[in-house]
T-cell receptor, first 117, second 109 residues
Framework: NAGVMQNPRHLVRRRGQEARLRCSPV?????VYWYRQLPEEGLKFMVY????????ESGMPKERFSAEFPKEGPSILRIQQVVRGDSAAYFC???????????????FGAGSRLTVL | DAKTTQPPSMDCAEGRAANLPCNHS???????VYWYRQIHSQGPQYIIH???NNETNEMASLIITEDRKSSTLILPHATLRDTAVYYC??????????FGTGTRLQVTL
């Protein structure tokens, strides 16, 4: 029973290139969350998606960043024209589609570390 | 989401209980208290959650005050592997979790 799988684990890009980070949620989970963690800082929420829908993107930068969670396949976080300030660890988390108890426990992946040269 | 307040750092001797406090005075009736931890630069790990009652699992115990304005995470016998940043967070059903700066717990010999 695999957990949340993120790839690549490490990604190096030059300024101006595109970065694509992939996240496969826990089997059966249909909610996906992306978080960013800058060096020596806390986790910052970016976006919350369900299958084919963006539910909350209040933490996403207005430009260059986009996310999707298609009906089939992993969730993708895409960063266009990367800059040095995008260097960070990007964590994906997933949760079940229903929360009978009312709680919403997230399972996190190991993260993707983006370095922009 | 309601905000939480945690001490920035704490020390604990190995084998002793680690008691990590969290204030969440603006918590609303349907919001749960969650605890996660992040060991070094790994992905955050879920520890425990609760609504009103105290909770215990194989990792820890969660004590929530009667007015729900604060809680304490208890690691009964801390080990060196429990050294991590511990996050207390509050949210309602199927909502995003917002993390603060957490408490950096250092377990020492």
């Amino acid at each position: 029973n695999a957990g949340v799988m993120q790839n690549p684990r490490h990604l190096v890009r030059r300024r101006g290139q595109e970065a694509r980070l992939r996240c496969s949620p826990v089997k059966g989970h249909s909610h996906v969350y992306w978080y960013r963690q800058l060096p020596e800082e806390g986790l910052k929420f970016m976006v919350y998606l369900q299958k084919e829908n963006i539910i909350d993107e209040s933490g996403m930068p207005k430009e260059r960043f986009s996310a999707e969670f298609p009906k089939e396949g992993p969730s993708i976080l895409r960063i266009q024209q990367v800059v040095r300030g995008d260097s960070a660890a990007y964590f994906c988390a997933s949760s079940p589609s229903s929360a009978r108890s009312g709680a919403n426990v997230l399972t996190f992946g190991a993260g993707s570390r983006l370095t922009v040269l | 989401d309601a905000k939480t307040t945690q001490p920035p750092s704490m020390d604990c001797a190995e084998g002793r209980a680690a008691n990590l406090p969290c204030n969440h005075s603006t918590i609303s009736g349907n919001e749960y208290v969650y605890w996660y931890r992040q060991i070094h630069s790994q992905g955050p790990q879920y520890i425990i959650h609760g609504l009103k009652n105290n909770e215990t699992n194989e990792m820890a115990s969660l004590i929530i005050t009667e007015d729900r304005k604060s809680s304490t995470l208890i690691l009964p016998h801390a080990t060196l592997r429990d050294t991590a940043v511990y996050y207390c967070t509050i949210t309602g059903t199927a909502s995003k979790l917002t993390f603060g700066t957490g408490t950096r717990l250092q377990v020492t010999l």
